[in-house]
T-cell receptor, first 115, second 114 residues
Framework: KAGVTQTPRYLIKTRGQQVTLSCSPISGHRSVSWYQQTPGQGLQFLFEYFSETQRNKGNFPGRFSGRQFSNSRSEMNVSTLELGDSALYLC??????????????FGQGTRLTVV | AQSVAQPEDQVNVAEGNPLTVKCTYSVSGNPYLFWYVQYPNRGLQFLLKYITGDNLVKGSYGFEAEFNKSQTSFHLKKPSALVSDSALYFCAVRPTAGRRALTFGSGTRLQVQP
């Protein structure tokens, strides 16, 4: 079974621009979550989608948004980029949103650098 | 609110010796607990989980973890460390009910010396 696929792997953007990151979950997984990883803040939850609906949202400004498509693929968008948005963005998929089969399987991440 | 503490930024151990990476948690109600490993420039790789039942959980690559409810701990262990185990290890928790998001600890860097 193919793992979680994130594209692109690396991205350099300028302050004020917007960016869209893509995530393809493991086949059959309907829950997709996004996390931001930085040296200072560690791993922080952004949001979770299940069956095209946002189930949970972390404490990030409205510039961060996401969506999930009917095939469970997900995109994350950050508008009006700031230098502090530079991070590794990780997508994770799991079989269920709740219940016991909720271990998350992570992609390799997208390294976003804002200059 | 839930939280995870990994008190050691780094753990050093000699190859062949047993290793322990510590984790304590705080959560309302019963927890689901997880351990992940991260190699340089890679995503997180799932090692093991505690859902319910036996307090000793076995996972991938010879790792195991012991759930201790009274001490709210979930320490990661391995009987004999390998140099290839050197990586960044994260403990994570989420409640069995309510908010589904994982809360991660700050990570512990494991360095296994030959």
């Amino acid at each position: 079974k193919a793992g979680v696929t994130q594209t692109p792997r690396y991205l350099i953007k300028t302050r004020g621009q917007q960016v869209t990151l893509s995530c393809s979950p493991i086949s059959g997984h309907r829950s997709v979550s996004w996390y931001q990883q930085t040296p200072g803040q560690g791993l922080q939850f952004l949001f979770e989608y299940f069956s095209e609906t946002q189930r949970n949202k972390g404490n990030f400004p409205g510039r961060f948004s996401g969506r999930q498509f009917s095939n469970s693929r997900s995109e994350m968008n950050v508008s009006t980029l700031e230098l502090g948005d530079s991070a590794l963005y990780l997508c994770a998929s799991s079989l269920e949103s709740g219940g016991r089969n909720t271990e998350a399987f992570f992609g390799q991440g997208t390294r976003l650098t804002v200059v | 609110a839930q939280s995870v503490a990994q008190p050691e930024d780094q753990v050093n151990v000699a190859e062949g010796n047993p290793l322990t990476v510590k984790c304590t948690y705080s959560v309302s109600g019963n927890p689901y607990l997880f351990w992940y490993v991260q190699y340089p420039n890679r995503g997180l790789q799932f090692l093991l989980k505690y859902i319910t039942g036996d307090n000793l959980v076995k996972g991938s690559y010879g790792f195991e973890a012991e759930f201790n409810k009274s001490q709210t701990s979930f320490h990661l262990k391995k009987p004999s460390a390998l140099v290839s185990d050197s990586a960044l290890y994260f403990c994570a928790v989420r409640p069995t009910a309510g908010r589904r998001a994982l809360t991660f600890g700050s990570g512990t860097r494991l360095q296994v010396q030959p």
